[in-house]
């Protein structure tokens, strides 16, 4: 029912059933203004609010609330990072060759050129790492993650720092999304700092669209 309801004030966004797996649901609160307030589970109970007035509930630890919305924040709160979630359609193309990596060389370039990634080898989500070369150099990667929900997240992409603006980074994400694809993946969806505006350049141009732009807070 609440997937249902956020599908009519968004009907093109997948944020809800990627984010909101439904093992991990509690509750969510709709009102006539657009304003939706989503309770789940998550060391302890997380909190989504959308609109610009969403009901921030006294239990929740800690949320994301749209931007939009930040001048709603309750007392005992405060505003620690913006982030963005954004999703595209997969597409279809052609198998891609890369060199056989294993996770302790991928675990060393991303410590170098992305230490603060949000998942390394070794995760459990993590489904298959899409590598790129230039000759034998590693030059980026990406992470496909089976998130909670079962939908496919693409996380922890970086790029060589010597090699950035080459096209590399461009690269490993069509090639996310042709391997999200073979995967049975429909949609693939990810959250980037709202501060990192190259990133968002590169996803806005392979097709990915925002969904929510948020402000993550916790408890004081």
């Known amino acids: 029912v609440a997937l249902d309801s956020y599908k ?3 009907p093109d966004s997948p944020f809800f059933k990627t984010w909101v797996p439904r093992e991990k649901f509690i509750s ?12 789940r589970e998550d060391d302890g109970i997380y909190g989504i609010g959308l609109g610009l007035h969403p009901q921030i509930s006294a239990d929740w630890k800690n949320f994301s609330i749209e931007s939009r919305g930040i001048g709603n924040l309750p007392e005992g709160f405060k505003a620690v990072a913006e982030w963005d979630a954004y999703w595209a359609p997969t597409i279809t193309g052609g198998s891609t060759r890369s060199l056989a990596v294993d996770d302790a060389e991928i675990k060393t370039f991303l410590e170098s050129h992305a230490p603060h990634s949000s998942v390394f080898p070794g995760n459990d989500e993590i489904k ?3 590598t790129v070369h230039n000759g034998e150099i590693l030059v980026a ?9 079962g939908f496919l997240v693409v996380s922890s992409v970086a ?3 010597e090699y950035r603006g080459q096209g590399y980074g461009k690269q490993v994400m069509q090639d996310a999304l042709t391997t999200a694809k073979a995967l049975g993946a429909d949609e693939l969806s990810l959250g980037v700092m ?3 505006t190259s990133a968002q ?7 990915f669209r925002l969904m929510h732009n ?6 004081r």
Do not use: M, P
Request: proline fraction near 0%; aromatic fraction near 16%; charge should be positive.
């Open 8 to 10: 009519r004030h968004y």
């Open 159 to 161: 790029t060589h720092s």
């Open 201 to 207: 350049a590169l996803y806005r141009s392979l097709g």
């Open 128 to 130: 298959k790492w899409i």
């Open 28 to 39: 969510a609160e709709f009102d006539s203004q657009g304003n939706i307030a989503i309770s």
């Open 194 to 196: 709202h501060s990192n």
């Open 214 to 219: 948020f402000t993550y807070c916790e408890r």
């Open 141 to 149: 990667v990406a992470a496909l993650c089976r998130w909670e929900s």
